[in-house]
């Protein structure tokens, strides 16, 4: 049971180990996702994975293998369900915020306004990390790593900025 000729892994060994932990990691992955397609879906992207990076890996630990990429990919999956559950949650709000008076496109015009001229009079490290976490939506760890500061330095100035949005704002 090793890598074929070409440098990828014998697609009978793929077969193989389908038949041998296919269903168990099936069985993993619904206690993990409670949801019978979506673990199914996980295990093809496992398989799949196996037969790209198989011939990467030792024949004794294929299955732990296995099991760490299909929990990789079932955490994945729940991931992308946040995202989306977060954006659907945005988007209610937007429509349950729209259309109560006539006034309120003006209103929210002036918040805006005022935000925008309280961002402006932070200091430009200050705004860069606002932007790029409201408006981009970035980790802390990933803005962190962007602008090449340490991760506390990156939070340091998140709450110093919100802490003088907020003494303007109010």
């Known amino acids: ?100 008076s006539a006034d309120e496109p003006v209103i929210r015009f002036e918040e805006v306004e005022l935000v925008r001229q309280a961002m402006d009079e932070l200091p430009a490290d200050q705004q860069t990390i606002v932007r790029m976490r409201i408006y981009e939506d970035k980790k802390f760890r990933v803005i962190a790593e962007e602008l090449s500061i340490p991760l506390g330095t990156a939070l340091a100035r998140m709450r110093s900025a919100l802490k003088k949005l907020r003494e303007k704002l109010s």
């Open 1 to 100: 049971m090793g890598p074929a000729e070409n440098g990828k892994i014998d697609p009978a060994v793929v077969a193989e180990l389908y038949s041998l932990y296919g269903e168990e990691l099936k069985r993993f992955l619904i206690g993990l996702l409670r949801d019978r397609q979506l673990a199914s879906d996980a295990v093809q992207s496992a398989f799949a994975k196996l037969t790209e990076r198989g011939h990467e890996t030792r024949e004794a630990s294929r299955k732990a293998w296995l099991f760490r990429v299909a929990y990789n990919e079932a955490m994945l999956v729940r991931r992308r369900q946040a995202i989306g559950e977060r954006a659907v949650e945005k988007l209610s709000w937007i429509t349950e915020s729209t259309g109560h």
